[in-house]
């Protein structure tokens, strides 16, 4: 099978390209200046992103399935980015559809995230970058419907694993030395940790289902355990497993404007699938 997958370079996408290169021939679609080095064995061809060439190249491609991963997160815009949230979420994705649909493709795995439910309600966007991925939900659903395609969203939470160098609190744990502090809201929120592989496995199962669904359907599942965890209890766990001697200063930070304390059964869980590697959490250091 022919796939074409944005968000490619990223921490979650160079995981998944190393995964379905096993089986299929994968298409990254990349901007120019994009850091290829660590998927470019994984990758049968680069298609460099631009407006006037992605029909092109789908057309010379053909391809059976999009992979939709690619976003512009920021969690307060500005007047700065706003623009850039815009086009790296709205515009990209729909350019991208586009195309593939133009060539005849109809299948689409999209990605979310549960930021989108704000206090747990059906569509409640925590912030500007949350209303950019449901409104590109929103214009999926057109094809889908209007074009006949049939697409799958993937909602997803936290992530963490091996060779992750985002900027996550769990890496800067990590990376701190004994004696050092770190200053943290009050770790009241809670937080579904879902670790890298099988978000890998989330993806490849939705793949599946999507082989099994008819066209006009759409689904969005989300990949997530069932009970969410308290922070400052990760934090702990991390840090007794770890054995680092971290000071940690609890409420010198405020949470964050319209912060998600509960997530609790926010989405419907993807089918045929489920968290396997959680115990990792407590006992890798990521090293």
């Not at 160079?14 to 080095?37: G, I, M």
């Not at 109809?106 to 569509?123: F, K």
């Not at 940690?248 to 930070?253: A, E, I, K, S, Y």
Request: charged letters at 25%; aromatic letters at 12%; glycine letters at 6%.
């Amino acid at each position: 099978m022919k796939l074409v997958v944005t968000g490619a370079t990223g921490y979650i996408g160079q995981k998944l390209v190393a995964a379905l290169s096993k089986d299929n021939q994968v298409f990254a679609l990349v901007r120019e200046k994009s850091d290829r080095s660590q998927i470019k064995e994984y990758v049968k061809e680069f298609i460099l992103y631009h407006d006037q060439n992605i029909y092109k190249d789908m057309e010379r491609i053909q391809p059976d399935l999009v992979v939709h991963l690619a976003g512009v997160f920021y969690s307060v815009h500005s007047p700065e980015n706003i623009k850039e949230l815009l086009e790296g979420n709205i515009v990209f994705g729909t350019v991208v559809l586009n195309a593939a649909v133009s060539c005849g493709c109809r299948n689409i795995i999209n990605t979310a995230s549960y930021w989108q439910n704000y206090g747990g309600e059906e569509y409640n966007p925590v912030n500007l970058y949350a209303a950019t991925k449901q409104s590109m939900e929103d214009i999926l659903r057109f094809y889908i419907h209007a074009r006949n395609c049939r697409a799958i969203t993937l909602q997803i939470f936290d992530t963490y694993g091996k060779d992750d160098h985002r900027n996550k609190l769990f890496n800067r744990l990590r990376d701190m030395k004994d004696g050092e502090s770190i200053d943290m809201s009050g770790g009241g929120q809670k937080l579904y940790f879902c670790h890298i592989d099988d978000v890998v496995n989330g993806y490849i199962k939705a793949i599946q289902i999507l082989d099994r669904m008819s066209y006009g359907q759409y689904k969005k599942y989300a990949l997530r355990g069932e009970y969410p965890i308290e922070l400052k209890k990760l934090v702990e766990a991390y840090l007794k497993a770890a054995n680092k001697k971290i000071q940690v200063n609890w409420g010198r930070v405020a949470y964050r404007e319209r912060e998600i304390m509960d997530p609790s059964g926010i989405g419907e869980v993807l089918p045929e699938w489920k968290i396997s590697k959680l115990n990792v959490f407590f006992k890798e250091r990521w090293e």
